[in-house]
């Protein structure tokens, strides 16, 4: 009974907020998802991964095995999507990218916060690091045939990672002034990913449902069973293997929806998948969490 009020309270505040985004766009009010997301990519979210770094206490070579995990377990991942678009005659520019990367942001930074406290966010905010990376680099040569690593270098988050990093080696501090204000701006990213995801989710017109939920589920017990082995190869801690498999195994990334929009994929599947593999994580989430805690 305890462990199931744990796990209730851990993912109740995250699908409530999103639940928040869904019924506020149901019920015809305004929100400008564009707006949102830019100011949350571009100043909340790095805010909140460098001030998580900064000032936590984690052993710079544990965050080290973590990195190397979950290039693994992305890598390992990627050659099962590979192996499975070929094998079902799947279009890759479609269905690649939403079978490899998850929505590690989102959902996977407030339930690792949630779930395992300040070090686990500051575990997590490195396994989103590295999925951006993997998505700005190869996620947008999988949909448009083009990647750009100049592009990453452009992307805040990942120079608030590095940052971040260096002044977790060093002990490094900003002054206590500087540090509050990031830290207060920081605190925005969460609740705005989380009504964002809603609103987005809201707005999708999903396509071919049956597929999505054969290949959703084929996608949740793959990520969780290839981060499990990559997190034991490693050698990672308790939390640190609960955060890499948490994170790994979310659901489809709204990302993905929108570079099929953008790149000219079949959107409307994507966003399929996007639907189904959200709504089976409600039930399946839990019952992750409930097995790492």
């Known amino acids: 009974m305890n462990l199931t009020l744990t796990v209730l309270e851990i993912v109740a505040p995250v699908f409530l907020l999103a639940a928040i985004g869904f019924i506020w766009v149901k019920l015809g009010f305004e929100y400008r998802i564009n707006f949102v997301t830019q100011l949350a990519t571009t100043l909340a979210v790095p805010c909140l991964i460098f001030t998580s770094l900064m000032q936590t206490d984690i052993d710079p070579a544990a965050l080290t095995a973590l990195s190397l995990a979950s290039v693994a377990a992305y890598l390992g991942v990627t050659v099962v999507a590979w192996i499975l678009v070929r094998a079902g005659g799947l279009y890759r520019r479609t269905y690649m990218a939403p079978m490899i990367f998850g929505n590690t942001g989102n959902l996977g930074l407030p339930l690792a916060l949630f779930a395992f406290g300040p070090e686990g966010l500051s575990y997590a905010v490195v396994v989103f690091a590295i999925m951006a990376i993997w998505t700005f680099t190869f996620g947008i040569w999988l949909v448009a045939g083009a990647g750009s690593f100049r592009k990453v ?67 949740l017990v793959a990520c969780v069973g290839i981060a499990g082995l990559a997190g034991i190869a490693f050698g990672l801690d308790r939390t640190a293997f609960g955060v890499l498999v948490l994170q790994v195994a979310t659901p489809v990334a709204v990302t993905s929806y929108l570079l099929a929009e953008k790149y000219g994929a079949d959107a409307q599947a994507v966003a399929g998948l996007v639907v189904v593999s959200t709504l089976i994580s409600v039930g399946a989430l839990p019952l992750l969490l409930a097995a790492l805690l």
């Open 153 to 219: 270098l452009r992307e805040p988050l990942v120079g608030a990672t590095v940052l971040g990093g260096i002044f977790l080696w060093q002990g490094w501090e900003t002054p206590t002034f500087v540090t509050n204000t990031l830290s207060l701006i920081g605190r925005m990213a969460i609740p705005l990913m989380l009504i964002t995801l809603g609103v987005a989710v809201a707005r999708l017109t999903p396509g071919g449902i049956g597929r999505a939920v054969i290949l959703s589920v084929i996608k």
